[in-house]
Antibody, heavy 120, light 108 residues
Framework: EVQLVQSGAEVKQPGQSLKISCKGS????????IGWVRQMPGKGLEWMGIIYPRDSDTRYSPSFQGQVTISADKSISTAYLQWSGLKAADTAIYYC?????????????WGRGTMVTVSS | SYKLTQPPSVSVSPGQTARITCSGDALPNKYGYWYQQKPGQAPVLVMY???ERPSGIPERFSGSSSGTTVTLTISGVQAEDEADYYCQSSDSSGTYWVFGGGTKLTVL
């Protein structure tokens, strides 16, 4: 089955670091871009950035540049999103999604999302 | 930074036609894409490259583009179409993507 499986919900304190994951299966993970999308509680979708697992070419939204790090390990078909110092404002659902081969610059498959709660 | 503008809400009765617009300066040169998101679920792509429908998406969903606006049209709206709809495109250089603010479709 073609799918993206995301890591489980996290509860962290402000200032802590965090790395969440997104594992692809059922397709060639190395040849499809993987993106990350934030959805704050009750709010809309925000495009954070995207990575090409084959060579780790990464692009960030200006809004998220320097705030998070996107990486990938193609040997285990997994992409990551990490923070070095979480803030309460990082509380959100984070989705990973695949840029498909035929649907242009869009995400044709999504993970179920990882809920990140940052609270003291 | 680049922005896409959508109406916050659209309401229609069952069987009517819903039109959701999305405006952006780069849309004359960049494709628009549309996602449907129901409560508690991940988004689903319902339209790509302005007017292409992914497999499994009902024919009542269609898309169009004119100038700086792309439009998602749902003909013969059904209760199950009630959801949030987001447009998405890329900036003029194609370096990064952006989502519109989302439109809540209410089926009366």
């Amino acid at each position: 089955e073609v799918q993206l499986v995301q890591s489980g919900a996290e509860v962290k304190q402000p200032g802590q670091s965090l790395k969440i994951s997104c594992k692809g299966s059922g397709y060639d993970f190395t040849t499809s871009w993987i993106g990350w999308v934030r959805q704050m509680p009750g709010k809309g979708l925000e495009w954070m950035g995207i990575i090409y697992p084959r060579d780790s070419d990464t692009r960030y939204s200006p809004s998220f540049q320097g705030q998070v790090t996107i990486s990938a390990d193609k040997s285990i078909s997994t992409a990551y999103l990490q923070w070095s110092g979480l803030k309460a404002a990082d509380t959100a659902i984070y989705y990973c999604a695949r840029r498909g081969q035929t649907a242009g610059d869009s995400f044709d498959m999504w993970g179920r999302g990882t809920m990140v709660t940052v609270s003291s | 930074s680049y922005k896409l503008t959508q109406p916050p809400s659209v309401s229609v009765s069952p069987g009517q036609t819903a039109r959701i617009t999305c405006s952006g300066d780069a849309l004359p040169n960049k494709y628009g894409y549309w996602y449907q998101q129901k409560p508690g679920q991940a988004p689903v792509l319902v339209m790509y490259k302005d007017s292409e429908r992914p497999s499994g998406i009902p024919e009542r969903f269609s898309g169009s583009s004119s100038g700086t606006t792309v439009t998602l049209t749902i003909s013969g709206v059904q209760a199950e179409d009630e959801a949030d709809y987001y447009c998405q495109s890329s900036d003029s250089s194609g370096t990064y993507w952006v989502f519109g603010g989302g439109t809540k479709l209410t089926v009366l």
